[in-house]
C-alpha cells in the first residue's frame, strides 16, 4: 500500500502561485510514477501534470504548460506542483496520484493510489 498526503493548497489571485506538495511513504518511491489530477464538482477527473520515477520526464495538459512545473525529489519521497500565473479555471480539487509498474502516465486509469485532495481556488 502507498499513502500519499497532500499539502499547500488554498485561495489565491488570478496571476499569483501555489505550491502544492505530495507526500508518499509504504514502496520504495523510486518505484513510483507520479502524477497530478484535478477535480470541479459534476465534472470527471482530469489529468494536469505527470513526471518519471527518477523525475528526468515530464507530461503537462495542455491548459497548463507553461505555466505548472512537477518535480520530485526522491530523497525526500515528495512530488511538487508548482503553480503560477494562476487563472481562476484552474480552481479544482488537485489529487497526487501514484502508479506501479509504469515509468510515467498520463492516464488516470494506470493509477492505483490516490491522495486525499487539496483544494485550490483562485480568485479573479
Known amino acids: 500500500q502507498v499513502q500519499l498526503v497532500e499539502s499547500g493548497g488554498g485561495l489565491a489571485q488570478a496571476g499569483g502561485s501555489l505550491r502544492l506538495s505530495c507526500a508518499a511513504s509504504?514502496?520504495?518511491?523510486?518505484?513510483?510514477?507520479m502524477g497530478w489530477f484535478r477535480q470541479v464538482p459534476g465534472k470527471a477527473r482530469e489529468f494536469v501534470a505527470a513526471?518519471?520515477?527518477?523525475?528526468?520526464?515530464?507530461d503537462y495538459a495542455d491548459p497548463v504548460k507553461g505555466r505548472i512545473t512537477i518535480s520530485r525529489v526522491n530523497a525526500e519521497n515528495t512530488v511538487n506542483l508548482q503553480m503560477n500565473n494562476l487563472k481562476p479555471e484552474d480552481t479544482a480539487v488537485y489529487y497526487c496520484?501514484?502508479?506501479?509498474?509504469?515509468?510515467?502516465?498520463?492516464?488516470?486509469?494506470?493509477?492505483?493510489?490516490w491522495g486525499q485532495g487539496t483544494q485550490v481556488t483562485v480568485s479573479s
Open positions: 496520484a501514484a502508479a506501479v509498474g509504469v515509468w510515467l502516465s498520463i492516464r488516470r486509469s494506470e493509477y492505483a493510489y
Open positions: 509504504g514502496r520504495p518511491f523510486t518505484s513510483l510514477a
Open positions: 513526471i518519471s520515477r527518477n523525475g528526468a520526464n515530464t
